[in-house]
């Protein structure tokens, strides 16, 4: 039997995939609002930023709730933020396109773990210019215990010790990720402090690059950098030329690097090769 050119339980992974993706999303807004303030992720439950009546379960339902009550709260009418469905649609998208590259191999999972973090990461940089330890180092910790199970394409085997056990090599890779992540990003730090006089990357830039070393490896760490730095010096272009906002305007350095690692995870393989070619 076939549904749509697929066969039913293929069919019930895909929704499988979705549904996971928006009730993590779901969570991760949670996470985004509360976290910066040094609040518990686990209770008490939602309520509304209004009036604080907490939500029933079918006023907390990813995106289906936010359309059904058309924005607003249900008590006093207060405006809910349209952030909630784009951070709920975008990491269902994420997960999904993470299922149709790995099915549910054990990268799916790893990278599971990793874009929830970064989207984490990408949207409190964005409102708060903070992007909090409890995310970066448990990430970077998570991603380097974990690196023996991501995806091959990413851990290639550093061939510096002849042939040796593959795990240690991933081992290998992942602490060389760490440091050329994290430790390209303070060498660049210290620069700017020194000729420009001024801060221009904060420590957490810094830890959150080493969380992607340790879960890409030291190649798609400097894929990610490379990829961070372009998006940043467009939407910074945009920002003064476009905008007429001046030089000094912060921008979420941390946001773009969210951005950067999560095309290299998923098309790292494909630029990699564009730009080795070029
Ligand atoms: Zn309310």
Known sequence: MELFGYNPPMLLAHAFVIAFGLAVGS???????????????????????????PLRPWENVPILSYLFLRGKCSQCGGRISWIYPIVESTTALLFY??????????????????????VGLIFIDLFERLLPNVITLSGLTFGLLMSPLQSGEFFQGTQLFGTYNVIWAHYFDSILGI?????????????????KKIEGMGFGDIKM????????????????????SLLGALVGSIYIYALGKGRRYELPFGS???????????????LLAWYLAQ
């Open 27 to 53: 969570f991760l807004n949670v996470c985004i609002y509360r976290i910066p303030k040094g609040r518990s992720v686990i209770r008490p439950g939602s309520s509304c930023p209004h009036c604080h009546h």
């Open 97 to 118: 396109l993470l299922f149709l590259k790995y099915g549910f191999d054990t990268p799916f999972f790893i990278n599971v773990v990793f874009f929830g973090m970064l």
């Open 179 to 195: 440091l050329v992540g994290g430790g390209f990003l303070w060498l660049v730090a210290e620069l700017y402090v020194r000729v």
């Open 209 to 228: 690059m080493a969380m992607v070393g340790a879960f890409l490896g030291w190649r798609y760490a400097w894929l990610t950098i490379l990829l961070g």
């Open 256 to 270: 773009f690097l969210g951005v950067g690692a999560i095309a290299s995870t998923l098309w790292g393989q494909e």
